[in-house]
């Protein structure tokens, strides 16, 4: 069945960094858009980052201040997010989603999402 | 970045009663508004996108409707297991923006 499995997710002190993966299945990993979604204990959702199909064009949520990086691997069906110097405010779930229109920046909404793996950044 | 502001922020209500969410954008976003809904615990669910389309495998007791700046969820009779956070999310400008969230209560 469709897939997304996060993991990566720890404990880390602030100003250390953090890689996460989310590992896709049971759709064309390679046609669709990814997000990157975060949600801080007891808060709402606050949308990270969205890469494309092919990896070439990429937007950030402007508070990320050039720390985080996405990236993927098509070939192994898996999306990254590279998190540098971080804070105490960048604990929280952070959700890998898939786009539901394919080919398509951001298009159509998040259609799947995976369970969310947990960050925590603390001294 | 467009702001969207959902209310109220919580709702009482029982199961079979009808359920309105609202959702109002900082500007207009014409009818790129997405829905969607969280359980305590779980990822959230997509439910409608492009404010009335209705994802796959979502009952149709769940709509929306709206465009521009004010947007509309219904739930047309609650059923025990809607009792969740709803969130709506615009996709017109980036960066992409969620609204704050209405929780819909057992009353």
């Known amino acids: 069945q469709v897939q997304l499995v996060e993991s990566g997710g720890g404990v880390v002190q602030p100003g250390r960094s953090l890689r996460l993966s989310c590992a896709a299945s049971?759709?064309?990993?390679?046609?669709?858009?990814m997000h990157w979604v975060r949600q801080a204990p007891g808060k709402g959702l606050e949308w990270v980052a969205i890469?494309?199909?092919?990896?070439?064009?990429?937007v950030y949520a402007d508070s990320l201040r050039g720390r985080f990086t996405i990236s993927r691997e098509n070939s192994k069906n898996t999306l990254y997010l590279q998190m540098d110097n971080l804070t105490i405010e960048d604990t929280a779930v952070y959700y890998c989603?898939?786009?539901?229109?394919?080919?398509?920046?951001?298009?159509?909404?998040?259609?799947?999402w995976g369970q969310g793996t947990t960050v925590t950044v603390s001294s | 970045e467009i702001v969207l502001t959902q209310s109220p922020a919580t709702l009482s209500l029982s199961p079979g009663e009808r359920a309105t969410l609202s959702c109002r954008a900082s500007q207009n976003i014409y009818t790129f508004l997405a829905w969607y809904q969280q359980k305590p615990g779980q990822a959230p669910r997509l439910l409608i996108y492009d404010s009335s389309g209705r994802a796959t495998g979502v009952p149709a007791r769940f709509s929306g409707s709206g465009s521009g700046t004010d947007f509309i969820l219904t739930v047309s009779s609650l059923e025990p297991e809607d009792f969740a956070v709803y969130y709506c999310q615009q996709r017109y400008k980036w960066p992409l923006t969620f609204g704050g969230g209405t929780q819909v209560e057992i009353k």
């Open positions: 049971g759709f064309t990993f390679s046609k669709y858009a």
């Open positions: 989603a898939k786009t539901r229109g394919d080919s398509c920046l951001g298009c159509y909404g998040m259609d799947v």
């Open positions: 890469l494309s199909h092919d990896g070439s064009n990429r």
